[in-house]
């Protein structure tokens, strides 16, 4: 495994790996994407296999122009094309019908795919020079925490892969806000980086609650993910006592009012600020997560903004099926 940082010469190494079915670690503005080729099935069967993803979780497929959704996906209607022209390039995945260009693996043999053009300039330039819509889901292994910098993919996906561009932190910090469109309306399949209210300013109000019909399984609906391998739980209200004798660590929004009997204590915001707190909801949980200890606390965050993605993230960290 290579590991660059960025420069004009790295992006084109990594064109080329992505062109000759290798896999490319990239920034996005989200987390860190593991990338290959959307039209080889080959090298997407290789991105399933280093995850340890199973393959009925669907993958996102990434392009930089707005020419290539017309290649990629069928009855682009009015409603997506607004969203698009809002919101792209930036953290929101669209799912549309696909067309036959893209391989059965990539969308685990679903009737649509999920798309989406991201703004950060290394993810832009390194699909341009590909050539080639690029399949890319976190670079983490399945599960387990997502990656915002270099260092955190190296750490999980290291001697797996061809090669990581660094490109210094992802600013957003988490994933992508995924989509549904179908019948005219919009579903929330995934909240993330670009909160709903900024959706339903632009196109009404969007649906929580996704119909069976047209709920595939994904991870939305495992009970586990993005999970730390230290145990989590969220704080109990109220005054608590610790088990004696166990290391305890703290996930807090802001700084505590009172002092708790804490190994470590991470702050997601010194000023409250939801943003910043989504930007280091990752790091935090990964430095928790190698500190030795033996539970993890997380408090609860407002769930207004970015708030919405936070929360269903240390839900789904915790183990606890409410994505809402
Ligand atoms: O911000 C992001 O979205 C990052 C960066 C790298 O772009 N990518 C990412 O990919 O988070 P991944 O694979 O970790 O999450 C993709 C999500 C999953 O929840 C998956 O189930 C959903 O998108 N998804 C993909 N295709 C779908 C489809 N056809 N229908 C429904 N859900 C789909
Ligand atoms: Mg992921």
Redesign the pocket.
């Known amino acids: 495994m290579k590991l660059h940082k960025v420069t004009s010469q790295s992006i084109k190494e990594a064109a080329l790996i992505i062109q000759n079915g290798g896999l490319v670690a990239f920034p ?1 503005e ?4 593991l990338g290959a080729d959307a039209l080889n099935p080959l090298a997407v069967a290789r991105v399933f296999e280093v995850k340890e993803r199973p393959n009925f ?4 497929v ?1 392009i930089s122009s707005l020419a290539d959704i017309e290649r990629l996906c069928l009855k682009i209607d009015k409603m997506a094309r607004t969203l698009m022209k809002h919101f792209w390039p930036g ?1 929101l ?1 669209l ?1 549309l019908p696909k067309s036959s260009l893209v391989p059965d693996i990539v ?1 685990a043999g ?1 009737p ?3 798309v ?1 053009m ?1 703004s950060h300039p290394v993810a832009s330039e390194l699909i341009k020079a590909a050539g080639t819509p690029v399949a ?4 983490n292994l399945f599960s387990r925490l ?1 990656p915002t910098t270099a260092k955190h993919v190296k750490e999980q996906l290291g001697d797996k892969i061809d090669l990581i561009l660094d490109g210094g932190r992802s600013p957003i910090g988490v ?2 806000t ?1 989509i ?1 469109l179908a019948s005219g309306k919009a579903h929330l ?2 909240p ?2 670009l909160s709903l209210e900024d959706i339903e300013n632009v196109i009404g109000a969007v649906k929580i609650q996704i119909p069976k019909s047209l709920s ?1 399984l ?3 609906q495992l009970p586990r993910h993005y999970s730390p391998r230290t145990p989590i739980r969220f704080l109990p209200p109220g005054k608590i006592e610790f088990e004696k004798g166990k290391k305890v660590g703290l996930l807090a929004f802001t700084p505590l009012k009172a002092k708790m009997p804490c190994e470590v204590v991470e702050i997601l915001s010194p000023e409250g600020d939801i943003v910043e707190a989504a930007a280091n909801l990752f790091p935090c949980l990964h430095r928790l997560d190698k500190a030795g200890l033996d539970i993890i606390y997380a408090e609860s965050v407002p769930k207004i903004g970015l708030g919405r993605a936070i929360m269903d993230r240390l839900y789904k960290a915790v183990g606890d099926s409410r994505s809402e």
């Open positions: 996005t989200t987390v860190y994407g979780d669907p993958l996102i990434h953290p995945t799912v969308t679903l649509t795919v999920a989406r991201p890319a889901p976190s670079a997502s994933e992508s995924v549904l399949l995934r993330g980086g595939p994904s991870p939305g």
